[in-house]
């Protein structure tokens, strides 16, 4: 029996180690949402897949869902983006962002939009990466997964088209009842 092999991007945002030399890994991908997928052999120095693999990293990935789950049959690296930020807070945001993914999306829900502001935040990242940008990405992803209703004093937050000009149209009172309503989601979400 054949299996179909999905060709995705996807952003790493997590691995543990199985076995001796296999490993697997918690992969945000444009199609299939938030899946853990296994590699055989990904650790050992032969391997092709280990630097595209690596956390953190973009990567445009071939997957085959087996009985067993996701199994990675290719990997291509496309860029590391904690080595490719250009300042500690850039590293910062990275990791804050890549753990409120890790938090709060499950399963496996298609979850384009928030694929394309997610990542295109990330790598629009410049040398003067500001808590602001931090603030916006977490209300849009919080938004897009459900546990923020949008507002009438910060819907201009949620509706641009990326987090950089969201920022460009953050207000003292916008940003006061935004972070309120992320503070309210994660106490609210139990998570």
Same mark, same amino acid.
């Given at each position: 029996?054949?299996?179909?092999?999905?060709?995705?991007?996807?952003?790493?945002?997590?691995?543990?180690?199985?076995?001796?030399?296999?490993?697997?890994?918690?992969?945000?991908?444009?199609?299939?949402?938030?899946?853990?997928?296994?590699?055989?052999?990904?650790?050992?120095? +032969? =391997?092709?897949? !280990?630097? /595209?693999?690596?956390?953190?990293?973009?990567?445009?990935?071939? $997957?085959? &869902?087996?009985?067993? #789950?996701?199994?990675?049959?290719?990997?291509?690296?496309?860029?590391?983006?904690?080595? +490719? =930020?250009?300042? !500690?807070? /850039?590293?910062?945001?990275?990791?804050?962002?890549?753990?409120? $993914?890790? &938090?709060?999306?499950? #399963?496996?829900?298609?979850?384009?939009?928030?694929?394309?502001?997610?990542?295109?935040?990330?790598?629009?990242?410049?040398?003067?990466?500001?808590?602001?940008?931090?603030?916006?990405?977490? $209300?849009?992803?919080?938004?897009?997964?459900?546990?923020?209703?949008?507002?009438?004093?910060?819907?201009?937050?949620?509706?641009?088209?990326?987090?950089?000009?969201?920022?460009?149209?953050?207000?003292?009172?916008?940003?006061?009842?935004?972070?309120?309503?992320?503070?309210?989601?994660?106490?609210?979400?139990?998570?």
């Amino acid at each position: 029996m054949a299996y179909a092999i999905y060709i995705t991007e996807a952003l790493v945002c997590g691995s543990r180690q199985n076995n001796t030399s296999d490993m697997s890994y918690l992969l945000f991908t444009r199609e299939a949402g938030m899946i853990w997928a296994s590699a055989k052999s990904a650790r050992e120095e +032969r =391997s092709k897949h !280990r630097y /595209a693999l690596q956390d953190f990293s973009l990567a445009r990935m071939s $997957l085959v &869902r087996g009985k067993g #789950g996701w199994r990675v049959t290719g990997a291509e690296s496309l860029e590391n983006l904690y080595f +490719r =930020s250009p300042s !500690r807070e /850039a590293r910062t945001l990275l990791r804050n962002t890549v753990r409120l $993914l890790r &938090r709060f999306l499950h #399963g496996e829900s298609s979850a384009p939009a928030l694929y394309d502001d997610v990542v295109g935040t990330l790598q629009a990242l410049s040398d003067n990466a500001k808590e602001d940008i931090e603030f916006v990405l977490a $209300l849009r992803i919080l938004h897009a997964l459900g546990y923020i209703a949008p507002k009438d004093v910060y819907r201009v937050l949620i509706e641009t088209a990326n987090a950089h000009e969201a920022c460009a149209a953050l207000s003292p009172e916008s940003a006061a009842h935004g972070r309120k309503a992320i503070e309210r989601a994660l106490t609210a979400s139990q998570l």
